[in-house]
């Protein structure tokens, strides 16, 4: 029964952060502290911190700082792909800054942060500092490894990538780069052809996928020439030692969830995948396959269309087989004509065994700031505040046709297709037209009279 203004509440809020994380400012001047906090209490973890000096020996305004946990670091090169996804995101700080993370994959496919930065501003110069240490950290380019690095097209990003790692694969993420091409090349004819060839698994399904774009939009299929080659929202508005706390929390957490869970469970491959490749199983029961007598299977799987299945080198025409290291379709279907352990040739990074390495290792506790190592060096100056005009945005900005938070995509203004016959505007339930070739009713009739 108390009339309060908000700003007061606003004022009371930032109040109890401040008594709680300290303010920001304050969190500056224990930088030093806590990174040898942490190297202590988690051996073999990295916190470097970059200083912006005008005269040696002045007191340094602080510029950058890697954080790498050591429970990270191992459990990616014990289980994972060498696969190492990049990304960054705006800090909402007083101070402002950014957040550089690179991250990997498990063996359910689920996200392995390895570690993160915070910069001054997203440019060629902080990637390529990241990534450096980044390199030395993970001994990048010591082994005969071929490592693949995935991203958007940030600024300073592929420059920094190309110059350090110039015999590596780098690759584009595909929501990002399908961002970029529908604000030049609209319609759903359009985007239709992006996807077909964008997830083409062979050079030649790419190459029909990219004819089909050039005959609808020769400058569509130019503009996608040129490219072929996990944030927690609330974290990013604390300061920059609470910042790396909450990162720090939440990962000890979940390396103890992931362990416990995978524990517990029976199965030799991890569930996500077990259930891609029982979704592949579903659609090899439309495919007949045909036994060279050795190793070798040509698979029908449609009207003049045929595959064919190496089950000795792991391969398959349609190219999915040796990207994705389980069966496809096809393959399932030879293996299941031989009666062959389909589980032979599936990937062992895709083990339980591999799974586990990942997640092996654990996060130590760090105590309150009252216990943290001492230490002589200066304490740095915070950098300079960055206020942007107007009010502080706390929500990512989303797409015109990305699906705000909370809610789930919908069907609304996509015309329908039948199945039966691929003409628009009806469904196969009302569908009177005759059944297109490539229709799977043409397949189940053909079946039907040829057992008939």
Not at 114 to 142: N, T
Request: aromatic share 10%.
């Amino acid at each position: 029964m108390i009339n309060v203004f908000v700003a007061k509440i606003r004022r009371a809020k930032r109040c109890a952060k401040d008594e709680m994380l300290g303010t920001d400012m304050e969190q500056y001047h224990h930088l030093w502290s806590y990174a040898a906090t942490i190297r202590e209490t988690n051996p073999g973890s990295i916190v470097k911190i970059k200083l912006d000096t005008a005269e040696e020996g002045s007191q340094g305004t602080f510029q950058r700082l890697y954080y790498c946990l050591y429970a990270c670091k191992q459990g990616f090169l014990d289980g994972c792909r060498p696969i190492i996804g990049l990304d960054g995101c705006f800090l909402k700080s007083a101070f402002g800054g950014q957040l550089l993370s690179a991250i990997g994959r498990d063996s359910n496919d689920n996200m392995v942060p390895i570690a993160v930065a915070v910069v001054e501003v997203e440019r060629y110069d902080s990637w390529k500092w990241f990534l450096e240490l980044l390199m030395a950290d993970l001994g990048l380019g010591v082994e005969d490894i071929p490592w693949t690095f995935i991203s958007n097209r940030q600024k300073g990003l592929v420059h920094a990538v190309n110059e350090l790692f110039p015999n590596y694969e780098h690759r584009f993420c595909l929501r990002h780069m399908y961002q970029n091409f529908k604000q030049k090349f609209k319609g759903k004819e359009l985007k239709d052809l992006f996807w077909a060839a964008a997830s083409a698994g062979n050079e030649v399904d790419w190459k029909l996928a990219m004819n089909s774009l050039e005959k609808a939009s020769k400058d569509a299929a130019e503009w996608l020439q040129k490219c072929q080659v996990f944030y927690g929202a609330e974290a990013r508005e604390l300061p920059v030692i609470g910042m790396l706390e909450w990162i720090r929390r939440r990962l000890m957490q979940r390396i103890q969830v992931k362990r416990t869970g995978m524990q517990k469970f029976q199965g030799k491959i991890c569930p996500n995948i077990a259930e891609k490749i029982d979704r592949n199983l579903k659609f090899s029961r439309l495919c007949i396959p045909t036994w060279d007598g050795k190793n070798k299977y040509e698979i029908d799987c449609g009207p003049r269309k045929s595959v064919v299945v190496d089950l000795k080198e792991k391969t398959c025409t349609c190219g999915y087989f040796q990207l994705t290291g389980y069966p496809c379709a096809h393959a399932c279907a030879a293996i299941g004509a031989r009666r062959l352990p389909l589980l032979d040739y599936v990937h062992a990074c895709y083990s339980r065994e591999n799974y586990l390495k990942t997640y092996e290792h654990t996060i130590t506790p760090v105590p309150s700031n009252k216990y943290w190592v001492r230490c002589e060096e200066q304490p740095p100056k915070p950098p300079a505040v960055r206020r942007m005009p107007g009010r502080p945005k706390k929500m990512r900005q989303r797409a015109a046709d990305e699906p705000k938070k909370g809610q789930v995509s919908t069907r609304k203004g996509l015309v329908v297709t039948c199945k039966r016959c691929f003409q628009p505007r009806h469904n196969s339930r009302t569908c009177k037209n005759a059944i297109h070739p490539n229709s799977k009713f043409y397949k189940v009739t053909q079946l039907t009279d040829f057992i008939g």
